[in-house]
C-alpha cells in the first residue's frame, strides 16, 4: 500500500512537471513578438506607401550553432536575414506600408539594365528606360544577439527502474532595426526586440535485472520539440517593423490613417 502511495505521487508529480514543460511552448508566447494577425491588419498610412531601400541585415552574433558533442561551423541564426527584412516590409499593414526598392541585388539590376540600353541601341529603339526609384528612408540593422540556454530545467522520476523525464532549454535571440532618412542622414527609429526560441525533450527509461540478478535490461525512448531558429528571427523582424513604424509614427515622421 505504502509503494503504491509513493508511485502514484511520483507519477502525479512528473505529470504536472511535463504539462508545465511543454505548456511553456505552447501557452506563452513572448510578450514583445506582434502574431500574424496583427502585423497583417496594422492601419495603414496616411500619407501613403514609404519608399524603403534595404542593403543589408547582417548576422552579428558571431555564435555557432550549439552543439554539446562536438565544434560546429555553421552558424545559429540565418545569413540571409534581409529577405525576411524585405519580406516584412513589403507585408507590414497588408502591403500598404512600404514599397521596397531593390538593393541588395543592386549590381545585377544596374548590369541587366546596361544590356538593355546596349540592345536597344543596336536595333535602334530609341524608347528610354524609366529612372530607377529611389528611397527616402533606408531600413538597417543586424541580429546582435544569440544567448543560448539562458534557461534550463528539467523534471523526472523513476520507480522500481521504470520512469520517464523532461528537459527543456531557452535561447533568446536580440534584433535591432533602424531607420534612416536619405535627405539629411538622420536616423529617425531605433527598435531592439528580443525573441525566445525555446525546445524540450521528454524521455521515458526501463532498467531492470533479470535472471536473479545476473543480467541486465535497459530501454530508452523519447522524443524533442524545437522552435525553428528561422521562425523566430523572421517574428522578431516583423516585431521590430511594427515597433518601428509606432515609433516614427509618435515622432511625427508618419501617421496612421484614421
Same mark, same amino acid.
Given at each position: 500500500?505504502?509503494?503504491?502511495?509513493? #508511485?502514484?505521487?511520483?507519477?502525479?508529480? #512528473?505529470?504536472?512537471?511535463?504539462?508545465?514543460?511543454?505548456?511553456?511552448?505552447?501557452?506563452?508566447?513572448?510578450?514583445? %513578438?506582434?502574431?500574424?494577425?496583427?502585423?497583417?491588419?496594422?492601419?495603414?498610412?496616411?500619407?501613403?506607401?514609404? %519608399?524603403?531601400?534595404?542593403?543589408?541585415?547582417?548576422?552579428?552574433?558571431?555564435?555557432?550553432?550549439?552543439?554539446?558533442?562536438l565544434a560546429n561551423i555553421s552558424t545559429?541564426v540565418t545569413q540571409g536575414a534581409e529577405?525576411?527584412?524585405?519580406?516584412? #516590409?513589403?507585408?507590414?499593414? /497588408?502591403?500598404?506600408?512600404?514599397?521596397?526598392?531593390?538593393?541588395?541585388?543592386?549590381?545585377?539590376?544596374?548590369?541587366?539594365?546596361?544590356?538593355?540600353?546596349?540592345?536597344?541601341?543596336?536595333?535602334?529603339?530609341?524608347?528610354?528606360?524609366?529612372?530607377?526609384?529611389?528611397?527616402?528612408?533606408?531600413?538597417?540593422?543586424?541580429?546582435?544577439? +544569440?544567448?543560448?540556454?539562458? #534557461?534550463?530545467?528539467?523534471?523526472?522520476?523513476? +520507480?522500481?527502474?521504470?520512469?520517464?523525464?523532461?528537459?527543456?532549454?531557452?535561447?533568446?535571440?536580440?534584433?535591432?532595426?533602424?531607420? %534612416?532618412?536619405?535627405?539629411?542622414?538622420?536616423?529617425?527609429?531605433?527598435?531592439?526586440?528580443?525573441?525566445?526560441?525555446?525546445?524540450?525533450?521528454? /524521455?521515458?527509461?526501463?532498467?531492470?535485472?533479470?535472471?536473479?540478478?545476473?543480467?541486465?535490461?535497459?530501454?530508452?525512448?523519447?522524443?524533442?520539440? /524545437?522552435?525553428?531558429?528561422?521562425?523566430?528571427?523572421?517574428?522578431?523582424?516583423?516585431?521590430?517593423?511594427?515597433?518601428?513604424?509606432?515609433?516614427?509614427?509618435?515622432?511625427? +515622421?508618419?501617421?496612421?490613417?484614421?
Open positions: 500500500m505504502y509503494k503504491r502511495q509513493v #508511485l502514484t505521487l511520483l507519477i502525479a508529480g #512528473l505529470v504536472a512537471g511535463c504539462s508545465t514543460t511543454v505548456n511553456r511552448i505552447e501557452s506563452e508566447p513572448p510578450k514583445a %513578438v506582434v502574431t500574424e494577425k496583427d502585423f497583417i491588419n496594422l492601419p495603414p498610412p496616411a500619407q501613403g506607401a514609404i %519608399v524603403v531601400a534595404v542593403y543589408s541585415f547582417e548576422d552579428k552574433t558571431g555564435q555557432r550553432l550549439p552543439s554539446e558533442k545559429a529577405q525576411y527584412v524585405i519580406k516584412a #516590409l513589403r507585408d507590414a499593414g /497588408n502591403g500598404t506600408w512600404f514599397r521596397v526598392v531593390e538593393r541588395v541585388g543592386l549590381e545585377n539590376l544596374a548590369r541587366e539594365r546596361q544590356i538593355i540600353r546596349q540592345t536597344r541601341e543596336e536595333v535602334g529603339d530609341e524608347t528610354p528606360l524609366s529612372p530607377m526609384l529611389f528611397a527616402g528612408v533606408i531600413v538597417e540593422g543586424a541580429i546582435v544577439g +544569440y544567448d543560448s540556454n539562458t #534557461l534550463t530545467g528539467g523534471v523526472g522520476a523513476r +520507480y522500481l527502474g521504470i520512469g520517464p523525464s523532461t528537459r527543456y532549454t531557452e535561447d533568446v535571440i536580440t534584433v535591432s532595426m533602424r531607420a %534612416v532618412s536619405v535627405k539629411s542622414g538622420e536616423v529617425l527609429t531605433s527598435t531592439a526586440v528580443t525573441k525566445t526560441v525555446l525546445s524540450t525533450s521528454t /524521455n521515458l527509461g526501463v532498467f531492470k535485472f533479470i535472471e536473479a540478478g545476473t543480467e541486465n535490461v535497459e530501454l530508452e525512448v523519447g522524443n524533442s520539440q /524545437n522552435e525553428p531558429v528561422n521562425h523566430a528571427v523572421r517574428l522578431a523582424i516583423q516585431t521590430a517593423v511594427v515597433e518601428m513604424i509606432k515609433e516614427g509614427a509618435e515622432n511625427g +515622421y508618419w501617421a496612421f490613417k484614421q
